[in-house]
């Protein structure tokens, strides 16, 4: 079966393809009578984006949780008062419950 590159796609295949974001023309003649917009747009700032953290740890193993968003950041916030990445501040968790 010969695959066409998305380029090769023909016009019915073109019509029904989904886009993200902002639509685009869909032929060349339509791309040839848009005109770009010249409108400056404000620039506004990036919401802050987490700190990530730079230390690896040697473990090997991966958990993944869902949790809600007050939680994440309770964790977050411990782990950098302990000045912990994620792995180690929930070893330590577990030992403390353990002890318990």
């Not at 066409?4 to 685009?24: F, T, W």
């Not at 802050?48 to 977050?76: C, G, I, W, Y």
């Amino acid at each position: 079966m010969n695959m066409k590159k998305p380029a090769q796609l023909n016009e019915s295949l073109l019509s029904i393809r989904p886009r993200k974001g902002e639509a685009k023309p869909q032929t060349e003649q339509e791309a040839a009578l848009s005109k770009p917009s010249v409108e400056a747009k404000p620039l506004t700032p990036a919401p802050a984006a987490p700190r990530r953290r730079r230390r690896l740890s040697d473990k090997k193993m991966q958990l993944n949780l869902r949790v809600d968003e007050k939680s994440l950041e309770r964790f977050t916030n411990i782990a950098d008062e302990e000045g912990l990445i994620f792995g180690d501040l929930f070893k330590k968790l577990l030992d403390n419950y353990e002890n318990k």
